[in-house]
């Protein structure tokens, strides 16, 4: 399958600080890209769809001014945490899609767990 | 998208044949049946996904029933290193869309 990274695999930082965590498709590229979070012992949640060159799709509850996702070529999303509390802490990644036809599968980075003190 | 339906977890052998159920009664024509699995503390492995027919890959195998209202998942020969959450995910994107993650079925294979 297609490769898909993140960077950096883990994060700790202090309450207030801003966080960006990158999400690549490394032999691909990818017009559309996906952020979502994981709480513990909690499944999957899409926080945001990414297109290149334009604005991000943001889901219903997920602040657009925390959580700024910029995919400026085919092959790099950002994601920025700003001002990070500790409720943001959790296991962020991204997927990116495979082609753009009808019935694409997407591929998923490893995530980043990101730690707020 | 559609609503699925997963066990919450299952056992299986190691060297046999794990075949993991997954309903998806209202499901519409054009919506996909995606197979996904995560391993602890990793992202998601993309498995296989099918519309009508049934597929194969060099991972698993996806059966959908004439319906399509269901579907299942084989592994054909489990290994431990199968252990993990799997999800059926149906999405009527076409892959443009994120995908909406369930609770999954735990799978673990027994040495």
């Known amino acids: 399958g297609a490769v898909v990274s993140q960077h950096p695999s883990w994060v700790i930082c202090k309450s207030g600080t801003s966080v960006k965590i990158e999400c690549r498709s490394l032999d691909f590229q990818a017009t559309t890209m996906f952020w979502y979070r994981q709480f513990p012992k909690q499944s999957l949640m899409l926080m945001a769809t990414?297109?290149?060159?334009?604005?991000?799709?943001?889901e219903q509850g997920v602040e657009k001014d925390k959580f700024l996702i910029n995919h400026a070529s085919l092959t790099l999303s950002t994601l920025t945490v700003t001002s990070a509390h500790p409720e943001d802490s959790s296991f962020y990644i991204c997927?990116?899609?495979?082609?753009?036809?009808?019935?694409?599968?997407?591929?998923f980075g490893p995530g980043t767990r990101l730690t707020v003190l | 998208d559609a609503k699925t339906t997963q066990p919450p977890s299952m056992d299986c052998a190691e060297g046999r044949a794990a075949n993991l159920p997954c309903n998806h009664s209202t499901i519409s024509g054009n919506e996909y049946v995606y197979w996904y699995r995560q391993i602890h503390s990793q992202g998601p492995q993309y498995i296989i996904h099918?519309?009508?027919n049934n597929e194969t890959n060099e991972m698993a195998s996806l059966i959908i029933t004439e319906d399509r209202k269901s579907s299942t998942l084989i592994l054909p020969h489990a290994t431990l290193r199968d252990t993990a959450v799997y999800y059926c995910i149906v999405s009527s994107g076409g892959g443009a869309d994120g995908l909406t993650f369930g609770k999954g079925t735990h799978l673990i294979i027994q040495p």
């Open positions: 099918g519309l009508k």
């Open positions: 997927s990116a899609r495979y082609g753009q036809g009808w019935g694409n599968e997407q591929f």
């Open positions: 990414s297109n290149e060159g334009s604005k991000a799709t943001y």
